[in-house]
């Protein structure tokens, strides 16, 4: 098969031909048909996740087609049209029997723990517990799209903040997270501020319903901004960009009782940010992380998709074949473009 692979950290990628994979007894392979290029991708080419053995394909937002399944898989069948979360559970460990697949003890991640989706195929083991079946109104560009970002927007606004209809809900960050983020939140009837330092990002934002956006590079007292645009603060306030500053001024933005939900990936050598206790006591603040979602739970979000109420691909900015993934990868710390690229030619 073709697939992008690295054999060092943070040196260039290339297309390499690799065997085929073979599915193990309790998985499948996938005949990948459309896959995203995610900031994590880019944080396991710089060496930054401890489970990447090195030669490694990248790619965790995958949609396509099953092409061969193990021996022990009793309900999936080659040919069925599918998608995954980008964390899957083992279906046996405590998490995974509560229901929280998300945090399995034993994960199995495709572009991390295993290779990834930036090839012809790729091997997904567990299927059973972690595949999702593909409506056929819902097209594999679309699914890519959901994989990690667009699902773990979902979760942590439905599960994780259980925003409500007209709270107020700060979004800091507008990529293809924080974009995911405010188009869920302003489906559920939430009012969106969005926070960033591009034009283009919060121009987005607006088109997805943002009802107020403030940029961020301006010298100003942003969380000022934040809590006078809400009227004291905010009921939910997300940092979906990873960054200290980012974390700090979201939960700083909160009202009394409000619900702060961590998604960006902290990007300081230490992964560490300094938190406002004092406030978090004081006014009972929420923390929340939020990592992926369930496959037993894309059944709502696929339905508001299906019903035109939640439009992902709106968010899919460019279309790419694996030769121009390589640049995007290795260049997505520069945020140099909003929304999403889905790699749809291999």
């Known amino acids: 098969m073709r697939a992008v692979v690295y054999s060092e950290f943070k040196s260039r990628p290339e297309i390499a031909q690799l065997p085929d994979p073979e599915p193990q007894p309790d998985g499948v392979v996938i005949e990948v048909k459309a896959t995203g290029i995610c900031l994590s991708d880019w944080h396991g080419w710089m060496g930054h996740d401890p489970d990447i053995v090195l030669p490694h394909v990248p790619g965790h937002e995958l949609a396509g087609v099953v092409a061969a399944t193990g021996g022990k898989v009793q309900n999936w069948q ?32 495709p572009g991390f723990t295993h290779w990834g989706s930036f090839a012809e195929y790729v091997a997904i083991d567990y299927a059973e517990v972690n595949l999702v079946k593909l409506p056929e109104s819902i097209d594999f560009e679309t699914a890519a799209s959901l994989g990690c970002r667009f699902a773990t927007a979902f979760r942590a606004i439905v599960a994780q903040g259980r925003v409500a209809p007209d709270e107020w809900v700060a979004v800091y960050g507008c990529g293809g997270v924080g974009l995911s983020v405010v188009m869920i939140a302003v489906a559920l009837g939430a009012r969106v501020i969005a926070i960033d330092i591009s034009d283009q990002a919060l121009e987005l934002a607006k088109t997805f319903g943002a009802e107020k956006t403030i940029n961020a590079s301006g010298g100003n007292d942003v969380v000022e901004q934040v809590r006078d645009a809400s009227g004291g603060g905010v009921a939910v306030s997300i940092d979906a960009l990873g960054n200290p500053v980012t974390c700090h001024q979201s939960i700083s933005s909160l009202q009394k009782r409000g619900r702060h939900i961590q998604v960006g990936l902290i990007t300081d050598p230490d992964g560490n940010a300094a938190v406002p206790m004092a406030k978090v006591i004081a006014n009972e603040l929420e923390i929340f992380g939020s990592h992926g979602m369930q496959a037993h739970r894309y059944a709502e979000m696929l339905d508001m998709i299906e019903q035109g109420r939640l439009i992902p691909q709106q968010l899919i900015q460019r279309r790419v074949d694996l030769q121009q993934s390589i640049d995007i990868l290795t ?12 790699i749809n030619n291999f």
């Open 331 to 342: 260049e997505m710390n520069r945020f140099s473009s909003a929304g999403i690229s889905i």
């Open 78 to 109: 080659v040919g069925e049209r599918v998608t995954l979360p980008f964390v899957g559970g083992c279906g046996k460990c405590g998490q995974c029997r509560s229901g929280n697949q998300q945090v399995c003890d034993h994960q199995f991640q």
